[in-house]
């Protein structure tokens, strides 16, 4: 199975990687690993996850506050947002 992210998606991804090891050292990666981690999670059971509105559902990454909303497309998981669950809930609705 494939996983693509939408292009904000993946700069949600890369700004959330950046600004935890401008916290400190490592963090970063260790939230990468994370993701990675729950990606791996989707691919392995792509439907047990909650369902949020229609066909999203939701992930929630370990150690971190970020959940990961995707979609599944035929042989595709599409990641739509990596969302920072401490700010705007439901800005990645515009994405849909």
């Known amino acids: 199975m494939k996983v693509s992210y939408h292009p904000e998606a993946a700069d949600e991804y890369e700004e959330a990687i950046a600004y935890y090891e401008d916290c400190q050292t490592g963090l970063g990666k ?49 990641i739509l947002a990596v969302m920072n669950l401490n700010r705007k809930p439901n800005y990645w609705k515009e994405r849909v």
Not at 43 to 70: C, D, H, M, N, S
């Open 30 to 78: 260790q939230l990468s690993q994370e993701i990675d981690a729950a990606i791996k999670l989707i691919l392995a059971f792509p439907a047990a996850w909650t369902t949020l509105q229609g066909e999203i559902k939701r992930i929630l990454v370990r150690r971190f506050p970020f959940g990961l909303l995707y979609i599944l497309r035929n042989d595709e998981i599409y």
